[in-house]
């Protein structure tokens, strides 16, 4: 693990009512912030009209995040279009009442066909060369998917794989929220209220099982004033034991064995658990792709300063879409596959989805060797 680090931070900064403002929402406007910058910087510097920043950067933003978020619905999770349509686009629920929910999933590879296509119109409507504009435009994306990737840390977001490798992340925000709402007493008392006050996990020392990716956890649950010692067994036996056998992406909890606990009481008659379970440590790809993606920009940004003066258009673009779509398709064999789309070809939608964008960067690539600097 690194630095025997749980992930357990809290996606929201704070709540208000049916509101929250979370972490990945801030990145986000920092990382358009962040980009809008750059974009100017690249515009002066090249000696380009800087009063087109602006309608270049609308223009990129809005096809980005427009494709971006239904390459997402149409690819990834398509029962959004026939059970929550209006969540395609309006970040707001009402199943149980009014609930402004975000809109949190976008697809990276759906921003890059966005900004292509927006930018494509663009060059048409104010005749300006396409590949000039998608070198920045596609800079511009790669800084604000940078940002998107650090936000998908903090949503807990896109874990893959089990690993024992040193890279592996706990995610435990599940366990700690979840126990906190388990209704208790489920079989006599199926909504009954939950007695807990307070949840606690770290890591443990005891290893239960042994298998790939698995740390041993230690949750401690203390109860309400109030609660008898039937009721802590109750609870403890039946209902955690059935949420951390259920929370199978974060914990191993076999099904063949009780739950693993010690219960404690005070001298004012206040009952605290110990619970020993197994966390899941699995690859944090989001971690990886945010990254390499900084490293690249890092790259792209000197090459650009260095070939300024000889720097021919589309290059730029062409490297941006085939690195983004290279790394994203070696990253996934680390996530996992839950339904293939061709029986016995182990690859991901988001994989199929790079190699006709992996291809396209290739012609932009071999394009812009035979273009002028504009």
């Known amino acids: 693990m690194i630095l025997n680090f749980i992930w357990n931070i809290n996606p929201d900064i704070f709540s208000f009512g049916p509101f929250q403002l979370k972490w990945l929402t801030i990145l986000l406007v920092v990382g358009v912030l962040a980009g809008r910058k750059l974009l100017s910087y690249m515009f002066k510097k090249e000696g380009a009209n800087s009063g087109e920043v602006g309608s270049v950067f609308n223009f990129t933003l809005v096809g980005a995040i427009l494709c971006a978020r239904l390459f997402y619905v149409a690819f990834i999770e398509p ?22 929910v975000g809109i949190g999933q976008f697809s990276m590879l759906g921003a890059i066909a966005g900004a292509i296509i927006t930018l494509l119109i663009y060059a048409k409507l104010k005749s300006r060369p396409f590949l000039w504009l998608l070198d920045k435009g596609l800079v511009l994306v790669l800084v604000i998917i940078i940002f998107v990737r650090v936000g998908n840390v903090f949503q807990s977001e896109f874990f893959g794989k089990p690993t024992d490798l040193p890279t592996g992340i706990l995610a435990v925000d599940k366990i700690e929220k979840g126990l906190l709402n388990v209704p208790c007493c489920a079989m006599r008392n199926p909504n009954g209220e939950n007695p807990l006050d307070t949840v606690s996990v770290m890591k443990g020392k005891a290893m239960l099982h042994e298998g790939v990716g698995y740390e041993p ?16 067994n109750e609870f403890l036996i039946g209902d955690v034991k059935t ?123 071999v394009t812009s060797s035979k273009s002028k600097k504009v």
């Open 79 to 100: 029962d959004i279009l026939f059970n929550k349509p209006a969540q395609i686009l309006f970040p707001f629920e009402f199943s149980q009442g009014f609930k402004f």
């Open 217 to 232: 956890l230690i949750a401690y649950v203390f109860f309400k004033d109030g609660a008898t010692e039937q009721l802590v």
């Open 243 to 365: 949420y951390l056998f259920e929370l199978s992406d974060q914990i191993f909890e076999p099904g063949t064995e009780p739950l693993h606990y010690t219960i404690f009481v005070d001298t004012a008659n206040n009952y605290m658990a110990r619970i020993q379970t197994i966390g899941l440590a699995r690859h944090p790809l989001q971690l990886y792709e945010g990254v390499v993606f900084l490293v690249l920009l890092i790259v792209l940004i000197w090459y650009w300063n260095e070939h300024l003066k000889k720097h021919q258009s589309g290059r730029m673009a062409g490297l941006v879409i085939m690195s983004i779509s290279g790394i994203h398709f070696m990253i996934e064999f680390m996530n996992v596959l839950t339904r293939p789309l061709i029986k016995s070809v182990p690859l991901t939608v988001d994989q199929y989805l790079c190699i006709p964008i992996f291809l396209f960067g290739v012609v932009l690539l």
